[in-house]
């Protein structure tokens, strides 16, 4: 148990619509990241959030947008969905300092499974 | 770019038995992570290493960091089937973070 919840657990989007994911953080967490996991594959970076500001991002189209909100909740939004973003997307919460990475211990979220037909 | 290679893929292994698994990573980096993923689960931290010649130990588990070599070790000592899972090791560089392919573990009697 990590402490960071995420919602909704499966959802099944139809190609082009718009996705919202939730994320809680672990109390006491200033720092979200996102992941997506496609099956059978390592976590790809999507972006991270401290303080409610973007602070890095990995290499996702724009149409990968987020949100961080002043009790560190986090959202995470995809429009025009595609087929290929299918998959597991992880959320993750830790005690930054602004820095993108910084050594300190990610806790993950169970994450929320995403399909698109 | 910043790569992270992970062997072997897949590991099958006796219980009983000690075993390596290797993540090798293109660029410099002094911090290095191990997760475990159960099938349908989500990651747990396992190690953090933050420098050079790091070792860490928790249970069976062994975790070493040669930042040199760009080179990271996951000793699996007197392995039991509860470890099966999935090991992914991580790398980051300020700006970024990449995972590992992961390594399939899977402990027999």
């Known amino acids: 148990e990590t402490g960071v919840t995420q919602s909704p657990t499966h959802l099944i989007k139809t190609r082009g619509q718009q996705v919202t994911l939730r994320c809680s953080s672990q109390?006491?967490?200033?720092?979200v990241s996102w992941y997506q996991q496609a099956l059978g594959q390592g976590p790809q970076f999507i972006f991270q959030?401290?303080?409610?500001?973007?602070?890095g991002r990995g290499n996702f189209p724009p149409r990968f947008s987020g949100l961080q909100f002043p009790n560190y909740s986090s959202e995470l939004n995809v429009n025009a969905l595609e087929l290929d973003d299918s998959a597991l997307y992880l959320c993750a919460s830790s005690l930054g300092a602004g820095v993108l990475f910084s050594g300190n211990t990610i806790y993950f979220g169970e994450g929320s499974w995403l399909t698109v037909v | 770019e910043l790569k992270v290679e992970q062997n072997p893929l897949f590991l099958s292994m006796q219980e009983g038995k000690n075993y390596t698994i290797y993540c090798n990573y293109s660029t410099t980096s002094d911090r290095l992570y191990w997760y475990r993923q159960d099938p349908g689960k989500s990651l747990e931290s396992l190690f953090v290493?933050?420098?050079?010649?790091a070792v860490k130990q928790e249970g069976r588990l062994m975790a070493s960091l040669d930042t040199k070599a760009r080179l990271s070790t996951l000793h699996i000592t007197a392995a039991v089937h509860d470890l099966s899972a999935t090991y992914f090791c991580a790398v980051d560089r300020l700006d970024d973070m990449r995972f590992g392919a992961g390594t399939r573990l899977t402990v027999k009697p």
């Open positions: 290493l933050l420098s050079n010649g």
């Open positions: 959030y401290y303080r409610e500001e973007e602070n």
């Open positions: 109390s006491g967490h200033n720092t």
